[in-house]
């Protein structure tokens, strides 16, 4: 047998990506009019990425609903203005031979904060175009305002959102959807016992806590079909001692998940707990794609701290994962998955002809 390499070909359902080389979601907060809409800012962002050489694309953690930003400079996909400015964007990601992903998201009780680089931290007064955060309970994160607990029929209004953002980023053009239920947003809490103390359907059991989870992957997979790959960020654990979510709940679910239609595991971790004593080193998060890989029977990406072309195909080529995805590193380099061909000898046909003057030559 030979070992699969980062730059062999993935096919999910029926969509193939050129490589196992992908951009992860990174949040940009500058969305134009505070509605969440794209810009020409994301428009480069993300273009740069496509002529790099990756092999899917992903936006950054995109609301399904006004309330599920997580500042009021994200970005939304929940009405027309919103979904022509992605199209471009897409557009752009294709022609450079990519597939575009988006990661459909709600962030819950972690809403309406100021972004990182504001004067202020916390949440966002309505006075300054902020909203009240809703959550699972009524547990504040890390000094945020306290969220309002969802009702029965507004937990069913936000299912109905992420399909609706499903359907509208079917129509944009999205190759492939991604449900964000990890790093402490609104999935996420419901899935871990230490955000989520409901007496209902919803609290409890991990049967009942993953409930919105396997709700939301049912009705996109009914809204967009069987052709459409479905990803699922998961964070491995809550990197607490005990009483938190852990990586046996994630391979638990990412099984129930898969069943449920979804067919693809983006696993890192963490997000729900503040201060959490996480050991930060290199590839960091890989164990646990494995562990969901190899205990669930999923396919799942790796990410955290993987910086090197050695590195991320060691990822794939051991079994440990069957994708790569990198965020900071594509930020320093954007043409990083060139640059990686390169340093790992693998001979490649899709360098932009713009730049084929740059191409190493023995």
Same mark, same amino acid.
């Given at each position: ?127 300054? %175009? !902020? ?5 699972? $309970?009524?547990?504040?994160?890390? +000094?945020?305002?306290? *969220?309002? &607990? ?110 449920? %239609? !979804? ?5 890192? $971790?963490?997000?729900?707990?503040? +201060?959490?004593?996480? *050991?930060? &080193?290199?590839?960091y998060q890989v164990e646990f794609a494995a562990a969901v890989r190899e205990r669930a029977g999923v396919s799942t990406s790796a990410v955290g701290l993987i910086t090197t072309a050695e590195q991320a ?50």
């Amino acid at each position: 047998m030979t070992s699969t390499n980062l730059f062999d070909p993935l096919t999910i359902r029926d969509t193939t990506f050129r490589n196992r080389l992908w951009v992860a979601p990174m949040c940009q907060y500058s969305a134009i009019k505070e509605d969440g809409v794209p810009t020409d800012w994301h428009l480069a962002h993300l273009g740069s990425f496509a002529s790099g050489g990756v092999g899917l694309i992903f936006t950054e953690a995109t609301g399904v609903n006004p309330a599920g930003r997580i500042s009021p400079q994200d970005l939304g996909l929940y009405n027309d203005e919103q979904q022509a400015a992605f199209t471009r964007i897409v557009e752009l990601i294709h022609a450079q031979g990519v597939r575009a992903g988006i990661q459909l998201a709600h962030a819950g009780r972690k809403a309406s904060t100021f972004r990182p680089w504001a004067s202020e931290q916390g949440t966002v007064p309505e006075s300054l %175009g !902020g909203w009240r955060a809703v959550g699972p $309970s009524a547990i504040a994160y890390n +000094g945020y305002d306290v *969220p309002h &607990a969802l009702t029965l029929a507004e937990i069913d209004e936000i299912v109905v959102a992420f399909r609706q953002a499903a359907r509208r980023a079917i129509d944009v053009g999205f190759d492939v959807l991604e449900i964000h239920g990890a790093h402490g947003y609104l999935v996420h809490q419901f899935l871990s016992p230490l955000s989520n103390e409901r007496t209902d359907e919803y609290g409890g059991s991990l049967e009942n806590r993953a409930r919105l989870l396997l709700r939301i992957i049912t009705e996109i997979r009914a809204e967009v079909g069987e052709t459409v790959p479905l990803f699922v960020r998961l964070s491995g654990t809550d990197w607490v001692e005990s009483g938190g979510w852990d990586i046996e709940q994630t391979t638990t679910v990412a099984r129930w998940a898969k069943d449920a %239609g !979804g067919d693809f595991f983006d696993i890192s $971790s963490g997000g729900n707990v503040a +201060g959490a004593n996480i *050991p930060l &080193a290199p590839g960091y998060q890989v164990e646990f794609a494995a562990a969901v890989r190899e205990r669930a029977g999923v396919s799942t990406s790796a990410v955290g701290l993987i910086t090197t072309a050695e590195q991320a195909n060691e990822v794939v080529a051991s079994g440990h994962a069957d994708a790569v995805m990198m965020a900071r590193q594509f930020l320093r380099n954007p043409h990083f998955a060139l640059q990686a061909a390169h340093d790992l000898g693998v001979a490649i046909d899709y360098w932009p002809r713009q730049y084929e003057r740059a191409v190493w030559r023995a």
